[in-house]
């Protein structure tokens, strides 16, 4: 979900700033009016207002994926371990079952005294036989019931870190609450503030918001895609061309700007990660005179924006609510890092 910004014009030096002020006070003396820059017209406050807005919801929806891909990661671990501790369970009573078939044999066969039974016995040989078999069993039964112990040991730390585990998912699912309020809330202000705009002023927002950036077209590789799996991607990525921007899908009907490469990539049997700025730190970094089709761009200083290059200075991505998956310049934002998967 992109909010392309028009590039702020530079500002003056310390030496110009000094002679400004300088013949604005000559001015003043002489009774001179110094001439004043043109207020910004209400309609350019609006469409920064807008784009400030989109970007903001853009870096909250990424902190939504993010939670929500740990929550989904959460609940995988809580469901292995909970087969895990259901398993230690079985082996824990199957354990305590046969040491106390153990201990039975034992007191039924040698519950007296030794010397006694001895003394009683018809068969000496017989009953030393016995005595050495049960001797044998209370060893075995002391490792057992070792094992059992450690056994227990095992479990109880591992219901420990599943609790724990259920803890962080409650917090995780309170955080994607909380991060998709906020996206909302933000979309609908800018939703509001677009549909303020004059019908004129509203067309003229979409050809705004990709103008004013630097020409990167020259600067740019060309050729095909690096690899195989890129140009997989890459064509699944141009099947999307036109699919809606969903905040916080990852297709196949909709998507937002990271869920359309993670997307692009699975079609060619790659798993990325689920935010823009985890997918911009997978790979290799290449320059972007090196950039081929299917490689990441990935935008501003956090990397809250992403797309894929398309080549001759072109991206396909997911720019915001409104704003079908499309091509754009590559430069219609400053660009962060370009990565090759």
Known sequence: MGSHRRLAPSGFDRGSAAAVGLLSVAAAVLGAV???A?????????????????????????????????????????????DSIARQQERINSMRDALGSL?????????????????????????????????????????????????????????????????????????VAAHKKTVERKLAKARALLNSLPDDERAGYERGSRSGREDLTALTGAGGPASGRAGAAFAAARSALGKPYVWGANGPTGFDCSGLTQWAYAQAGVGLP???????????????????????VAYRDDASHIGMYAGNGQVIHAPYPGAPVRYDPVGMMPVSSITRV
């Open 34 to 36: 110094p001439a004043t």
């Open 38 to 82: 043109a207020p910004a017209a209400p309609g350019d406050d609006r469409r920064a207002d807008v784009d400030r807005l989109h970007t903001e919801a853009e870096q909250a929806t990424e902190a939504y994926n993010k939670a929500d891909a740990r929550t989904d990661a959460l609940r995988k671990e809580i469901g292995t371990a909970q």
């Open 103 to 175: 201990a039975g044999a034992q007191y039924r066969s040698g519950g007296i005294d030794p010397s006694l039974a001895l003394l009683l016995s018809a068969d000496p040989d017989e009953y030393l036989d016995r005595a050495s078999v049960l001797d044998r069993i209370s060893t075995r039964q002391a490792g057992e019931l070792r094992e059992l112990r450690q056994a227990m040991r095992d479990l109880a730390q591992d219901r420990a870190e599943a609790a724990g585990k259920l803890a962080e998912l409650e917090k995780s699912r309170k955080a």
């Open 274 to 296: 689920r935010t823009s700025q985890a997918q911009s730190g997978t790979g290799r970094r290449v320059s972007l005179s090196e950039a081929r089709p299917g490689d990441l």
